[in-house]
């Protein structure tokens, strides 16, 4: 069973992820009525994603006996003053969602917890490639504010339909 203490931080951490998907969820929205619908995709995307990270941490504790607790969240910011807002916001969000998940892989490391702390390896590299997701994304879509397409052609090309990652933990209700 995994430490007390990295489980609390690991119900903890399901909310977070249940809120992502939320903030991406309006995100998605946001895009979708300025008829954007490549943006839109990629959100809509990026919500279910973050479900299935949440979800992953569900499995983990239903596999380890340990107690899942499904924490209530705040609700998402709905609007955003221009195109480059969103992006910024899901920035800013990856990067405080890899010190949440630096410090779940931190407190498995000091309790000894070493099925925790292989669990967590997944995450770490699965941040990696968020923040430099959105780190390009903000790149365009700041440098692309008055050329839709700019934005709408690199979606398409960049962040197409990637297949899944087999070293993905499973997923709750897979």
């Known amino acids: 069973m995994p430490a007390a203490r990295f489980v609390?931080?690991?119900?903890?951490?399901?909310?977070?992820?249940?809120?992502?998907?939320?903030?991406?969820?309006?995100?998605?929205?946001?895009?979708?009525?300025?008829?954007?619908?490549?943006?839109?995709?990629?959100?809509?995307?990026?919500?279910?994603?973050?479900?299935?990270?949440?979800?992953?941490?569900?499995?983990?504790?239903?596999?380890?006996?340990?107690?899942?607790?499904?924490?209530?969240?705040?609700?998402?910011?709905?609007?955003?003053?221009?195109l480059v807002a969103p992006v910024a916001l899901a920035l800013e969000q990856e990067k405080r969602v890899t010190e949440q998940i630096s410090a779940l892989l931190k407190t498995?490391?000091?309790?000894?917890?070493?099925?925790?702390?292989?669990?967590?390896?997944?995450?770490?590299?699965?941040?990696?490639?968020e923040v430099a997701t959105m780190s390009d994304l903000l790149t365009v879509v700041s440098r692309n504010q008055d050329n839709i397409s700019n934005i709408e052609d690199y979606v398409v090309r960049e962040q197409g339909s990637a297949a899944a990652d087999p070293t993905a933990p499973k997923a709750a209700g897979e």
């Open 108 to 129: 498995a490391r000091e309790e000894s917890d070493f099925a925790s702390e292989q669990f967590m390896q997944w995450f770490i590299k699965e941040q990696v490639e």
């Open 8 to 82: 609390a931080q690991l119900n903890t951490q399901i909310g977070n992820e249940l809120a992502a998907h939320n903030q991406y969820l309006a995100c998605a929205v946001y895009y979708d009525a300025l008829t954007m619908p490549q943006m839109a995709a990629f959100f809509y995307a990026q919500a279910l994603e973050e479900r299935e990270h949440a979800m992953m941490m569900v499995q983990y504790l239903l596999d380890t006996d340990a107690g899942v607790t499904i924490p209530g969240v705040e609700a998402p910011i709905p609007t955003f003053e221009d």
